[in-house]
C-alpha cells in the first residue's frame, strides 16, 4: 500500500513537492486555503485586463541552467511555452536620454562607454562584475544520504567558479545603490543604477544582471497563471489530489510523529473525504510537508515548534514587501521597452516610503495582457507598508488610501507618457494585506530581504523529534522567489525519501 503524503499549500513549493512526492510512488494530496493554486505566482482580471502579480522573470528559463530540467519536471516549462527575452531588459529615461540595461552585457558596456568615456574605467569594472556573477548559477545537489536514480553532479572547476563568485556577490550586498552610484561621474548612470536596485544594495542588481547575461531570466508567455495551471495539470495526472478552499487547521501528533492533519469543513461540491468530528474532518496521513510561510506555521502546532533554525530565521528574516499598481490603458504602448524607469517630476510618497524613481513593467506587447490597441501596465512600490495599510483598514481609510496612490501614480505616468492623458480605464492596488489574505504569509511578503544578517544558506527541512514533518517554501532559502520554493520542495521530498527508504526518482535531463 502507497504511503499516504499530505501537502498543506498549493503555491509552487507545494505544487512541487506533490509532483515529486507523486513520481517517487507516494499518495499525495494537496490542501489549498484559496481557490486557485500558485499562491504569489498569481495573476488575476480586472475590466478585460490581466495584472500579473508574481512573475517578472523566471530563473531556469535558460535552458542550459541546471534549474530548467526541474521546471521541467514539474510541468512549469516544456516545449510548447514560448519564452520571451526582452532587449534592453530595463531602460532609464534620464532628461529624455534612454539609458539602458541590455540582457548582453557587452552591449551595456558599449552602450554606457558612448554615454560617458570619463566613466570608461567604473564602467568596465561594473560589466566585469557582471560576467564574474554569470558563473553563479543555482546548483542543484542531491542530499547525503539520499538512494536517486540518478545522482546530480557539479564539476570542481564549476563550484571554484561559483564559490568565488559568491565571495564578490556577498561583498556587494553591503554596498547600497547610492553609495555605488556615486563611483561615475555621469549623473544619469548613477540614477539608472539607483533607480534599478529598489534599495537592496547593489548585490540584487548584480546577481539579476549576471543570471540575464548568461541567457536565464526569460518571461514565460502568459505569466503565472499558465505556469501554474501546468504544473497543476501534472500534478492531477500523476494521480494527485487538490482540496481547494481547505485550509489545515492543524497537524494531528501522537508521539512526536504525524497521523495527518486537521481541517475546516470540506468545500461545497467537493466531495467528503476522511472522518468528520465537529465541524472539522481529519484526514490520515503518514507524512506532512508544510508549504506555508514558516513566519507562520505557529497555528499548525498545538505547541509552538522549537528549534534553532527557526529562531535564527525569525531573528534574521526582514519581509520583502510590494504594493502593485496595476493600471489598464486605453492606448498602444508598444514603444516603450518592457521594463521602463523614470523620474517622475515629485516623488511618490507611501507611508514613511519614498520613491523618487518609478519602475513600470510594461505588458503592451504580450496579447495574453490587454485587448488589442490597449496594455497593461504594473509599478512596483517595495518597502515595508504592511502597519500602514493595517491601521488604514481599521479605521476605514483603506480604499481612500488607494485612490489616493493611484491619482499620485497615474499623474506621474500622464506627464512621463502624455499618449496615456485620460486614457486610464482600470486600475488596482494589490497591498501587502492582499497577499496576506489570499496567500496567508507573514505580513503579506513574498520574499527575504537580504541584509548582511541573512545568509545565502538553506534552513533545515525537519524538526528535530518530529517525524513525518517536513518543510519547504520559499522562505526556507532566502532571498525567496520561485527558484527556491521549487528547490525547497526537492529538498523536502528527498528527507522524506531518506526517512521512509524510498528512492527518489530524479529529473530526465534535457
Not at 16 to 42: D, K, N, P, W
Not at 117 to 124: G, L, N, Q
Not at 189 to 201: K, N, P, R, V
Given at each position: 500500500m502507497k504511503k499516504k503524503v499530505i501537502v498543506i499549500g498549493g503555491g509552487i513549493a507545494?505544487?512541487?513537492?506533490?509532483?515529486?512526492?507523486?513520481?517517487?510512488?507516494?499518495?499525495?494530496?494537496?490542501?489549498?486555503?484559496?481557490?486557485?493554486?500558485?499562491?504569489?505566482?498569481?495573476s488575476w482580471k480586472r475590466g478585460g485586463y490581466l495584472f500579473e502579480g508574481g512573475m517578472h522573470w523566471l530563473t531556469g528559463s535558460g535552458k542550459n541552467e541546471g534549474l530548467h530540467a526541474l521546471w521541467r519536471t514539474v510541468g512549469a516549462?516544456?516545449?510548447?511555452?514560448?519564452?520571451?527575452?526582452?532587449?534592453?531588459?530595463?531602460?532609464?529615461?534620464?532628461?529624455?536620454?534612454?539609458?539602458?540595461?541590455?540582457?548582453?552585457?557587452?552591449?551595456?558596456?558599449?552602450?554606457?562607454?558612448?554615454?560617458?568615456?570619463?566613466?570608461?574605467?567604473?564602467?568596465?569594472?561594473f560589466c566585469n562584475n557582471i560576467r564574474k556573477l554569470s558563473k553563479l548559477g543555482k546548483p542543484v545537489r542531491d542530499l547525503k544520504g539520499v538512494k536517486v536514480t540518478k545522482k546530480r553532479r557539479l564539476s570542481l572547476s564549476r563550484l571554484f567558479s561559483a564559490l568565488l563568485a559568491l565571495c564578490r556577490l556577498r561583498a556587494y550586498f553591503k554596498v547600497s545603490a547610492k553609495e555605488y552610484a556615486a563611483r561615475f561621474s555621469h549623473?544619469?548612470?548613477?540614477?539608472?543604477?539607483?533607480?534599478?536596485?529598489?534599495?537592496?544594495?547593489m548585490g540584487m542588481l548584480f546577481l539579476t544582471m549576471g543570471s540575464l547575461t548568461r541567457g536565464d531570466g526569460g518571461f514565460p508567455e502568459g505569466g503565472s497563471l499558465p505556469f501554474v495551471q501546468r504544473?497543476?495539470?501534472?500534478?492531477?495526472?500523476?494521480?494527485?489530489?487538490?482540496?481547494?478552499?481547505?485550509?489545515?487547521?492543524?497537524?494531528?501528533l501522537e508521539k512526536g510523529k504525524t497521523t495527518g492533519v486537521l481541517v475546516g469543513d470540506t468545500a461545497a461540491g467537493d466531495k467528503a473525504v476522511g472522518?468528520?468530528?465537529?465541524?472539522?474532518?481529519?484526514?490520515?496521513?503518514?507524512?506532512?510537508?508544510?508549504?506555508?510561510?514558516?513566519?507562520?506555521i505557529e497555528h499548525l502546532f498545538e505547541t509552538p515548534p522549537k528549534a534553532p533554525w527557526l529562531k535564527k530565521m525569525r531573528k534574521a528574516t526582514e519581509p520583502t514587501m510590494v504594493t502593485f499598481v496595476s493600471l489598464g490603458i486605453n492606448a498602444s504602448l508598444k514603444h516603450y521597452p518592457s521594463c521602463y524607469l523614470f523620474k517622475p517630476p515629485k516623488p511618490i510618497g507611501l507611508s514613511t516610503q519614498t520613491y523618487p524613481f518609478l519602475s513600470v513593467n510594461n505588458y503592451a506587447s504580450n496579447p495574453t495582457f490587454s485587448p488589442e490597441g490597449k496594455s497593461t501596465l504594473t509599478l512596483l512600490l517595495p518597502g515595508d507598508t504592511y502597519d500602514f495599510w493595517k491601521k488604514a483598514q481599521e479605521e476605514g481609510r483603506y480604499l481612500q488610501e488607494k485612490q489616493k496612490l493611484a491619482k499620485a501614480v497615474i499623474a506621474a505616468l500622464e506627464a512621463q507618457m502624455p499618449e496615456i492623458q485620460n486614457q486610464v480605464e482600470v486600475w488596482d492596488i494589490a497591498t501587502p494585506l492582499t497577499y496576506e489574505r489570499y496567500c496567508g504569509n507573514w505580513k503579506g511578503s513574498w520574499m527575504t530581504e537580504l541584509t548582511p544578517n541573512v545568509k545565502l544558506a538553506a534552513y533545515p527541512a525537519t524538526l528535530k523529534g518530529l517525524k513525518g514533518v517536513y518543510f519547504a517554501g520559499q522562505r526556507m532559502m532566502p532571498p525567496g522567489g520561485l527558484p527556491m520554493a521549487l528547490l525547497s520542495a526537492r529538498a523536502a521530498v528527498q528527507?522524506?525519501?531518506?526517512?521512509?527508504?524510498?528512492?527518489?526518482v530524479s529529473e530526465t535531463a534535457t
Open positions: 507545494g505544487l512541487s513537492a506533490g509532483i515529486y512526492a507523486l513520481r517517487c510512488g507516494f499518495e499525495v494530496s494537496i490542501f489549498e486555503r484559496h481557490t486557485l493554486a500558485g499562491g504569489v505566482c498569481t516549462l516544456d516545449d510548447s511555452v514560448n519564452i520571451h527575452y526582452p532587449e534592453p531588459f530595463a531602460e532609464f529615461d534620464w532628461k529624455g536620454t534612454p539609458i539602458r540595461l541590455y540582457r548582453d552585457v557587452n552591449a551595456t558596456e558599449q552602450h554606457w562607454l558612448e554615454l560617458s568615456p570619463a566613466d570608461a574605467k567604473e564602467i568596465r569594472k549623473e544619469g548612470i548613477g540614477e539608472m543604477l539607483c533607480a534599478s536596485s529598489y534599495e537592496q544594495g504544473m497543476v495539470n501534472t500534478f492531477k495526472a500523476l494521480g494527485g489530489k487538490i482540496h481547494y478552499k481547505t485550509p489545515v487547521r492543524r497537524l494531528i472522518d468528520k468530528t465537529g465541524s472539522y474532518q481529519t484526514f490520515p496521513a503518514d507524512a506532512v510537508i508544510v508549504t506555508v510561510d514558516t513566519m507562520a528527507c522524506l525519501c531518506r526517512e521512509t527508504g524510498t528512492t527518489f
